[in-house]
Each structure stands twice: as C-alpha cells, then as structure tokens.
Nanobody, 129 residues
C-alpha cells in the first residue's frame, strides 16, 4: 500500500511563500502522476497542480488560480514532490492534499479526484491578510 506524507504547511502573511513536500513510501517508478489538491472550509476539494512523467518527458499542469505563483517539482531520488507557493493570498488558505496515481493520466483527467488512488492526510496552509 502506497503511503503519502505531506509536510511544510503553516501560517504565513499574504505575499509570503511556503514549500510543501509529499514523500511516497514507494519508489516513484510505481507512480506516474502526482498532484496537489486543496480544500477550504465549506468548499469542495479542488485541483491545484499535477506533475506527470511518461519515462521520456515530465509535464506540469496548474489550476488557473495558482498559475504563475505555484511551481510543482519532483525529486526522484528522494521519492518526493514539492509545491513551491509564492505570492500567497488569503484565498489560498486550505488543507492541501497530495495525491498519486499508478497511471500516467492524460491532461483531461488530472483534475478529477477519482483518478487518484493514493492520498495523504493533508497539511494546513493559512494565509493571513
């Protein structure tokens, strides 16, 4: 059973930065798509970013609300993916979840939660105004 563990959340002022980490319990060769979702109080969980690798190329995708501010990356040797969050806004406040899929997901499928079999427990990010 693949386990995902997030870290790096916290409290930051608007305009500040945080870096979230998600470490998997297995080698990334068994996971081909990883993503970050977030859920604010009273709202549904929404897609934030994804990284996909086909063995030849790596692709990253972002929600429009975070494009240009957030960057997702991975470190294969550490079995870890990161979400660098800059220029944070109060509306970025949420619990952030890491998700993984054993399949290489096409772009049309990366935003649907049901396509991810593995989930972390979440890490709280709070941005004060």
């Amino acid at each position: 059973q693949v386990q995902l563990v997030e870290s790096g959340g916290g409290l930051v002022q608007a305009g500040g930065s945080l870096r979230l980490s998600c470490t998997t319990s297995e080698r990334t060769l068994s996971i081909y798509t990883m993503a970050w979702f977030r859920q604010a109080p009273g709202k549904e969980r929404e897609f934030v970013a994804a990284i996909r690798w086909s063995g030849v190329r790596t692709y990253t995708d972002y929600a429009d609300s975070v494009k240009g501010r957030f960057t997702m990356s991975r470190d294969t040797a550490e079995n870890t993916v990161y979400l660098q969050m800059n220029s944070l806004k109060p509306e970025d406040t949420a619990v952030y979840y890491c998700a993984g899929s054993g399949a290489y997901l096409p772009a049309i499928m990366i935003q649907q939660r049901l396509n991810y079999a593995y989930w972390g427990q979440g890490t709280q990010v709070t941005v004060s105004s």
